[in-house]
């Protein structure tokens, strides 16, 4: 399997969850911490969920153990590519290319997006919709948590015809 198709399947399984979980859940006054969990509909592959009240945020990594970054609300409902900005902590805007479907907003940070979304405690991220921000504190953490995670998966030892 590509690098590209692995990655259009983690992010669709990622957002298959995200989407139920926005369409079950109305948004919250504060956001709860994260939550790293493996994934139902993805075996093999964990996410860390945070329910924010702007945006709710999900992280899947990749094959290559690179971030895939999704946002999600209820009222979008766009497809496409598009391009995003993302400061943190009131820092210079990232650009970055916006992967669109649905109600769901997908990018892929580099490495110094990453290491500066690491200890991050708001990000406001600028989309053709709006600006929302998003109270990200524990991303690192929560970082750390979905490294541990696919960790675990990958010792496990497979199951008889699976």
């Known amino acids: 399997m590509s690098r590209t198709a692995l ?3 983690l992010c669709a399984a990622a957002g298959l969850a995200l989407a139920a979980a926005l369409a079950a859940a109305p948004a919250q006054a504060r956001p709860a911490p994260w939550k790293v969990a493996p994934l139902a509909n993805a075996p093999g ?3 860390a969920r945070l329910e924010a009240r702007d945006v709710d ?3 899947v990594t990749d ?3 690179k971030l895939v970054l999704i946002a999600g609300h209820h009222d979008w409902n766009d497809n496409g590519r598009d391009l995003t900005h993302l400061s943190v902590d009131g820092g210079q805007p990232i ?3 916006a ?3 649905g109600g769901l907003v997908t ?3 580099n490495d110094a997006t990453v290491a500066a979304l690491r200890g991050a405690r708001r990000i406001n991220w600028s989309l053709p919709t709006g600006l929302y921000k998003v109270e ?3 991303l690192g953490a929560a970082l750390d948590g979905l490294q541990t995670c696919q960790q675990a998966l990958a010792a496990r030892p497979a199951t008889p015809g699976g």
């Open 7 to 9: 990655r259009s399947t």
């Open 45 to 47: 592959s964990c996410s």
């Open 57 to 59: 945020l999900v992280m």
């Open 63 to 65: 094959t290559q153990g």
């Open 95 to 97: 650009t970055l290319v």
């Open 99 to 101: 992967y669109k479907s």
């Open 107 to 109: 990018v892929l940070p």
């Open 136 to 138: 990200v504190e524990g």
